[in-house]
């Protein structure tokens, strides 16, 4: 699984909009599935979204509606915009690739979440009331 470094978040208001980017250190990120998982104080890690190398994009249903997971396979970055933003969307925020091909496609689709990928240090999104 391929590096990746998270950034964009932040302390906004319930109802405000956050973006985030993932960097994937990847000499071709095309291949490779990449999601966006979050992790709250005192909860398991949960998956957010996710986009196949095909750019198919899965969303969790706690989102839907107002996130919107996209990649730019040229910068190699992933990006997650967050709009509508509620207290319980505070949490870190890590990104990871999930695989390729089939498999990404397939883990991409459930959101899968997996202990052993190359998980970033996280971007803190705190959603004030």
């Known amino acids: 699984q391929a590096p990746v470094v998270e950034s964009g978040g932040g302390l906004v208001q319930a109802g405000g909009s956050l973006k985030l980017s993932c960097v994937v250190s990847?000499?071709?990120?095309?291949?490779?599935?990449v999601g966006w998982f979050r992790q709250a104080p005192g909860k398991w890690r949960e998956g957010v979204s996710c986009i196949s190398m095909d750019g198919n994009t899965y969303y969790a249903d706690s989102v839907k509606g107002r996130f919107t997971i996209s990649r730019d396979n040229v910068k190699n970055t992933v990006y997650l915009q967050m709009n509508s933003l509620k207290p319980e969307d505070t949490a870190v925020y890590y990104c990871?690739?999930?695989?390729?091909?089939?498999?990404?496609?397939?883990?991409?689709?459930?959101?899968?979440?997996?202990?052993?990928?190359?998980w970033g240090q996280g971007t803190q999104v705190t959603v004030s009331s």
């Open positions: 990847e000499f071709n990120m095309d291949y490779y599935a």
């Open positions: 990871a690739t999930v695989g390729t091909g089939y498999t990404g496609a397939h883990y991409c689709s459930i959101l899968r979440d997996d202990d052993n990928r190359n």
